[in-house]
T-cell receptor, first 109, second 117 residues
Framework: GQNIDQPTEMTATEGAIVQINCTYQ??????LFWYQQHAGEAPTFLSY??LDGLEEKGRFSSFLSRSKGYSYLLLKELQMKDSASYLC??????????WGAGTKLIIKP | GAVVSQHPSRVICKSGTSVKIECRSL??????MFWYRQFPKKSLMLMAT?????????EQGVEKDKFLINHASLTLSTLTVTSAHPEDSSFYIC?????????????FGSGTRLTVV
C-alpha cells in the first residue's frame, strides 16, 4: 500500500530552527509537496521537489532523497506565525496526491 | 497566478436540505479539480476528482449520489451535498493545478465549513 509518515506534533522555540521529516512509500513518484495549513484554513503551497537535493526559499528549505524515500522541511528563524500544521504529499505514478497526516508545529516564545 | 476561489466559506443548513459549494479557477483553465473533506485535526481526505465535461471519479467509500459533482466548464466545479445530515458537517476544500505544471503546486480554495443542524 501507499504510505506517508511524518511526526504528529513538534515543539520549537521562537528564533530557532526546526526540521520536519517525511518518509514515503508510494507506487511511483512524480514529486513531493510541502504545504502549510493554519487551523481552520485551507493549505498553502510551500515547496515542490522532484529531484534529489535541497531547495531553498527564504526561511524555508525542503530536501529530497528519492533513493531513501525521504524528505524534510527546514524552517529557520522561527516566528510565532509559523505555528501551523505542515503537510507532506507525494504525487504517485498516476499523478494522484497521497497525503501525510500532517505535523502540528507549536512555537513557544 | 493559480488562484482558486471557493464559495461559500461557511454555511449552516438544516438536516435534510441540500447545499451547493462552488469552486472556480480565476486565472487559468482547470480541466481537473479535486474535492477534499477534512475533519478536525485530521489530514485531507480526497473525495473525488472532477473532470471537465465528464463524470467525476469518486474515491472508495464516497457516496456519489450524496455528493454530486458537476464540472460543466473549464473554470467551475460544484459539489452538492444532498439530504445533508449532521455527520456531513466538515470542512470541504477544492483544489486545482495548472495543467501540465505540477511544479506550481496544487492551489486550494479557501474551504467551506459546513454545519448541519
Amino acid at each position: 500500500g501507499q504510505n506517508i509518515d511524518q511526526p504528529t506534533e513538534m515543539t520549537a522555540t521562537e528564533g530557532a530552527i526546526v526540521q520536519i521529516n517525511c518518509t514515503y512509500q508510494t507506487s511511483g513518484f512524480n514529486g513531493l509537496f510541502w504545504y502549510q495549513q493554519h487551523a481552520g484554513e485551507a493549505p498553502t503551497f510551500l515547496s515542490y521537489n522532484v529531484l534529489d537535493g535541497l531547495e531553498e526559499k527564504g526561511r524555508f528549505s525542503s530536501f529530497l532523497s528519492r533513493s531513501k524515500g525521504y524528505s524534510y522541511l527546514l524552517l529557520k528563524e522561527l516566528q510565532m506565525k509559523d505555528s501551523a500544521s505542515y503537510l507532506c504529499a507525494v504525487l504517485d505514478s498516476n499523478y494522484q496526491l497521497i497525503w501525510g497526516a500532517g505535523t502540528k508545529l507549536i512555537i513557544k516564545p | 497566478g493559480a488562484v482558486v476561489s471557493q464559495h461559500p466559506s461557511r454555511v449552516i443548513c438544516k438536516s435534510g436540505t441540500s447545499v451547493k459549494i462552488e469552486c472556480r479557477s480565476l486565472d487559468f483553465q482547470a480541466t481537473t479539480m479535486f474535492w477534499y473533506r477534512q475533519f478536525p485535526k485530521k489530514s485531507l481526505m480526497l473525495m473525488a476528482t472532477s473532470n471537465e465535461g465528464s463524470k467525476a471519479t469518486y474515491e472508495q467509500g464516497v457516496e456519489k449520489d450524496k455528493f454530486l459533482i458537476n464540472h460543466a466548464s473549464l473554470t467551475l466545479s460544484t459539489l452538492t451535498v444532498t439530504s445533508a445530515h449532521p455527520e456531513d458537517s466538515s470542512f470541504y476544500i477544492c483544489s486545482a493545478t495548472y495543467p501540465r505544471q505540477v511544479s506550481y503546486g496544487y492551489t486550494f480554495g479557501s474551504g467551506t465549513r459546513l454545519t448541519v443542524v
